[in-house]
């Protein structure tokens, strides 16, 4: 009987703890992250790649250029302000299923925090595909996700 109880106790603290811990760590738990709010996109809102173009072949140093159309701005991550997020660069990946959790940082998915509309990248020849997405402040991708054309270009040997 000393067990049962001891073993109630522990079951009713950890579930006591639950929401707690819940809130303090996002990443553990997709069910708090699908619980932040998602920041709505503008009807027309649109991002693409300005260079280089679909079908390019390019010699590395690869300069990635973005482009927004005027429905939307730029902002830093963490700087909430309506109609702007902060792109994300997605190489070699298809853009994640869940729209609704902040993206990863990853090899493939590359933050642009600090408000930045290019890059320079250095890929191994031959052929990869970038796509740009956009997020808000809290990374996760608007609501409807503004989402580039998925590009193919071929690195030069
Ligand atoms: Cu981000």
Do not use: C
């Amino acid at each position: 009987m000393r067990t049962f109880i001891v073993a109630a106790f522990a079951l009713a603290a950890s579930l006591a703890a639950v929401p707690l811990s819940l809130a303090q760590t996002p990443a553990a738990a997709p069910a708090a992250a699908a619980a932040l709010p998602r920041t709505p996109s503008p009807a027309g809102a649109e991002v693409y790649i300005i260079s280089p173009k679909s079908g390019a072949t390019v010699k590395g140093p690869v300069l990635v250029q973005f482009g927004l159309k005027d429905k939307m701005g730029i902002a830093p991550a963490g700087v909430k302000f309506d109609n702007t997020g902060h792109h994300h660069l997605l190489i070699d990946t298809d853009a994640p299923t869940d729209m609704s959790a902040p993206l990863p940082a990853t090899d493939h998915i590359k933050h642009f925090g600090k408000g930045q509309t290019e890059t320079t990248l250095t890929l191994t020849p031959g052929k990869h595909t970038l796509q740009l997405l956009l997020a808000d402040q809290n990374h996760i991708p608007h609501d409807p996700p503004v989402i580039s054309k998925k590009i193919t270009i071929t690195v030069a040997e």
